[in-house]
């Protein structure tokens, strides 16, 4: 008889429960997408300045590119949840808007990002 293992572990944290295998399918995903964002040469930009950093627009849409936002906004805060164990959204749909984004640019760099966002949409939508 084989036994089978979950590869979901349960900890408490302050008072609540926070599964490991969402964190750890997160962060493979996060840095999945830097690998993609590299190999496509959109990783590396100017960082924005506190100003930009500070807007209160969607995806800081009215400050900076939408790879700005990826990079230095929505992969860093993930990144703090991720070190400080704090629960993690329940729905993501940022596939959509890369998509929309990038619909102009290389075909070869649309698909690599907007695939690498499905992933982590995936992940973070799951139960």
């Known amino acids: 008889m084989t036994m089978r293992y979950s590869m979901a572990a349960i900890l408490p944290?302050?008072?609540?429960?926070?599964?490991?295998?969402?964190?750890?399918?997160?962060?493979?995903?996060?840095?999945?997408?830097?690998?993609?964002?590299r190999e496509v040469n959109v990783w590396q930009m100017a960082e924005p300045s506190d100003q930009a950093l500070a807007s209160q627009q969607p995806f800081?849409?009215?400050?900076?590119?939408?790879?700005?936002?990826?990079?230095?906004?929505?992969?860093?805060?993930?990144?703090?949840?991720l070190a400080q164990g704090q629960a993690l959204p329940n729905h993501s749909n940022i596939a959509p808007m890369a998509e929309d984004f990038y619909k102009t640019q290389d075909k070869q760099v649309k698909s690599a990002i907007v695939n690498a966002l499905k992933m982590l949409d995936l992940c973070l939508n799951e139960e």
Not at 13 to 37: P, T
């Open 60 to 81: 800081c849409i009215d400050t900076m590119g939408f790879d700005q936002w990826l990079r230095f906004v929505m992969i860093a805060r993930f990144k703090t949840m």
């Open 13 to 37: 944290f302050f008072g609540r429960e926070i599964r490991l295998d969402k964190h750890h399918k997160l962060a493979d995903s996060l840095l999945n997408l830097e690998k993609v964002m």
